[in-house]
T-cell receptor
Framework: AQSVAQPEDQVNVAEGNPLTVKCTYS??????LFWYVQYPNRGLQFLLK??????LVKGSYGFEAEFNKSQTSFHLKKPSALVSDSALYFC??????????????FGRGTSLIVHP | DGGITQSPKYLFRKEGQNVTLSCEQN?????MYWYRQDPGQGLRLIYY???????QKGDIAEGYSVSREKKESFPLTVTSAQKNPTAFYLC??????????????FGPGTRLLVL
């Protein structure tokens, strides 16, 4: 079975500082990993995904994520946070193993608050 | 503009009433999904459809029903059997059913409230 954990309900960071939103996963094979962002009362927007290849994935709005197989992690990062980055961030994983569901499993979400 | 639309934005349900949430996409995607979002619980899958006239239950299908008569439409009915329907409902689609690396595209959501 596939699962994903976002250990922090909320992350606070000052504008201009680097930010990290954590995600760990569990799958039986090699995972497909996704990050989505949700602004208040809106649907989710795709940020980036890891399928294979380079462990550092670059996405929209200056975000990037690093796939670490040994730590089963896929943390979202940005070098310099903006107040407009404040939103709810979801990590998702899909298991490509034979018999595994292709439907991604979403984490519970992490609320990012960037202070001016 | 291509995308996914959901209506209404807000929906009020009376006790014992069935209500239907609309989801339409013009992306020509094969797969469509319905999720329920509650605070602190992330997204939970209600139903999904890989192709017209076919759909499967997700993790929390009880009290809900769907249909997929057209490729672009995937309405969700919240029945009176769903005792705690207050939530934010999200519809999504992806290009190819069965594609494990497929990105999902989400609609703006419908907030359902019980009177």
């Amino acid at each position: 079975a596939q699962s994903v954990a976002q250990p922090e309900d909320q992350v606070n960071v000052a504008e201009g500082n680097p930010l990290t939103v954590k995600c760990t996963y569990s799958v039986s094979g090699n995972p497909y990993l996704f990050w989505y962002v949700q602004y208040p009362n809106r649907g989710l927007q795709f940020l980036l995904k890891y399928i294979t290849g380079d462990n550092l994935v670059k996405g929209s709005y200056g975000f990037e994520a690093e796939f670490n197989k040994s730590q089963t992690s896929f943390h979202l990062k940005k070098p310099s946070a903006l107040v407009s980055d404040s939103a709810l961030y979801f990590c998702a994983v899909s298991d490509p193993a034979t018999g595994g569901s292709y439907i991604p499993t979403f984490g519970r979400g992490t609320s990012l608050i960037v202070h001016p | 503009d291509g995308g996914i639309t959901q209506s209404p934005k807000y929906l009020f349900r009376k006790e014992g009433q069935n209500v239907t949430l609309s989801c339409e996409q013009n992306l020509n995607h094969d797969a469509m999904y319905w999720y329920r979002q509650d605070p602190g619980q992330g997204l939970r899958l209600i139903y999904y459809s890989q192709i017209v006239n076919d759909f499967q239950k997700g993790d929390i299908a009880e009290g809900y029903s769907v249909s997929r008569e057209k490729k672009e439409s995937f309405p969700l009915t919240v029945t009176s059997a769903q005792k705690n329907p207050t939530a934010f409902y999200l519809c999504a689609s992806s290009i190819q059913a069965g594609g494990r690396s497929e990105t999902q595209y989400f609609g703006p959501g419908t907030r359902l409230l019980v009177l």
